[in-house]
């Protein structure tokens, strides 16, 4: 399957704030997504919002919003993972 990403602002800016390295890495992780349907590690966190792990602790927070379109919510890292799983969910359900 491939998939379409569409990014929201919260995302965006979080990326943004990434080193070049990290930078390089989510880009990767998400091309493999897109290319091979491959998520690598993957939670769902109940209420359709679902997080991409990384190894450095950096989180994607993501919906499946169509039959094969992601949503990139929030951008995080492991230490600030409750905050941002919060305001996921309220971008998510309003």
């Not at 979080?14 to 998400?30: H, P, S, T």
């Not at 109940?46 to 949503?71: C, M, Q, S, V």
Request: charged letters at 30%; zero cysteines.
């Amino acid at each position: 399957m491939a998939w379409t990403l569409r990014k929201l602002d919260g995302y965006s800016i979080w990326f943004k704030g990434l080193k070049l390295k990290e930078a390089g890495q989510v880009e990767a992780r998400l091309k493999r997504i897109v290319d091979e349907d491959h998520f690598g590690s993957a939670k769902d966190l109940g209420d359709g919002l679902w997080e991409l792990k990384f190894n450095n602790g950096n989180r994607i927070y993501y919906a499946r919003t169509g039959k094969a379109e992601l949503t990139l919510i929030l951008g995080g890292n492991k230490n600030g993972q409750d905050k941002a799983i919060k305001k996921a969910k309220s971008f998510l359900h309003g």
